[in-house]
Each structure stands twice: as C-alpha cells, then as structure tokens.
C-alpha cells in the first residue's frame, strides 16, 4: 500500500504543489488532499503516474516507492 502523504510531502520538498498535482493528475485540490490524508486512493493509473512523478523528482527508483 503506497503512503500518500509521504509521497506528496516529498514532492512538496522538491516544488510540487499540490494544485500543480490537482492538475496533472486531473483531479480537485480537495481529491488530493483526501488522498494525502488516507481518506481514499487514487485509481490505478493516476496512482502509477503519481508514482513516477515522484521517482523523477526525488531521483529514487519507481520500485522503492513510500510504504505504509
């Protein structure tokens, strides 16, 4: 199970707001904030692309993504 918040704090770290992910991931503000708070997920290829947005920004490999 991927840890969201992690996932979006360390894209915050790195300049990524989250109306920036709002819009890539074609989603509202309040839809990642729910994500980023464990309320609900995002779906499967939102979630992938999430992923890989983050691997790209902290420079980690897509395999070792944040874990709960």
């Known amino acids: ?24 991931a074609r989603v509202s503000i309040s839809t990642i904030n729910a994500w980023k708070a464990g ?4 779906r499967y290829s939102t979630g992938v692309m999430l992923i890989e947005l983050w691997s790209r920004r902290t420079g980690t490999p897509v395999d070792k993504f944040p874990r709960v």
């Open 1 to 24: 199970m991927v840890d969201w918040f992690r996932v979006f704090s360390d894209l915050k770290g790195r300049q990524v707001t989250v109306r920036m992910l709002a819009r890539k």
């Open 39 to 42: 309320a609900c997920e995002p």
